[in-house]
Nanobody, 122 residues
């Protein structure tokens, strides 16, 4: 019922910036928390940040201080602004909507998008 579509990825040089977008469609009214994750080939999916309907935010250490998560409730969208990108940021970035924080961080709960590729070159 819920579909998430990410966009905004691409190829950037070290130190560059990207703004990732995620738009939800379908019956997502009960999804109270939205987050961003990333996964590089051969690595586990990594949590990056979340924002709740109430506006609470959290950031992983890997992006804290150089990234900002935001949302637009009218369009049911969530964004991740990433600055000072580094080669280790290269990954597929996914958005996820869930009912609770536990659902967001749980591996098999919530709704995932298909991902958008971010590649950072030296």
């Amino acid at each position: 019922q819920v579909q998430l579509v990410e966009s905004g990825g691409g190829l950037v040089q070290t130190g560059g910036s990207l703004r990732l977008s995620c738009v939800a469609s379908g019956n997502s009214d009960n999804l109270n928390i939205m987050g961003w994750f990333r996964q590089a080939p051969g690595k586990q999916r990594e949590y990056l940040a979340y924002i709740t309907v109430g506006g609470n935010t959290d950031y992983a250490d890997s992006v804290k201080g150089r990234s900002t998560i935001s949302r637009d409730s009218a369009s049911n969208s969530v964004y991740l602004q990433m600055n000072n990108l580094q080669p280790q940021d290269t990954a597929v970035y996914y958005c996820k909507f869930a009912i609770t924080l536990g659902g967001l961080l749980g591996e098999r709960s919530g709704f995932w998008g298909q991902g958008t590729q971010v590649t950072v070159s030296s």
